[in-house]
Nanobody, 114 residues
Framework: QVQLVESGGGLVQAGGSLRLSCAAS????????MGWYRQAPGKLRELVAR???????NYAYSVKGRFTISRDNAKNVVYLQMNSLKPEDTAVYYC????????WGQGTQVTVSS
């Protein structure tokens, strides 16, 4: 098992930036993939970005060119750099580890004001 703790959320104006961090309780080097998801009020949870063990990266179309996912295996941390934020990016952002049974963090709120 692995515990995940997100941080870095907050309130920002449209056009601003935030960097989210996801700290894992153990090594993430061997995990198949890590990802960031988000859930806005009244909507389903959706994939934002995913990075595999081999470094392959996928982004949701809506965030391509604005968000960047990265991982630091030495620190067991996954980051999500979010630039040019829009009000529609407002959501609770969750970190996910692709392991048997899945693992999720508690979420961090991101609010983008217009």
């Amino acid at each position: 098992q692995v515990q995940l703790v997100e941080s870095g959320g907050g309130l920002v104006q449209a056009g601003g930036s935030l960097r989210l961090s996801c700290a894992a309780s153990r090594s993430i080097f061997s995990l198949e993939a890590m990802g960031w998801y988000r859930q806005a009020p009244g909507k389903l949870r959706e994939l934002v970005a995913r990075i595999s063990r081999g470094g392959n990266i996928n982004y949701a179309y809506s965030v391509k060119g604005r968000f960047t996912i990265s991982r630091d295996n030495a620190k067991n941390v996954v980051y999500l750099q979010m630039n040019s934020l829009k009000p529609e990016d407002t959501a609770v952002y969750y970190c996910n580890a692709e392991i048997a049974g899945g693992a999720w963090g508690q979420g961090t709120q991101v609010t983008v004001s217009s």
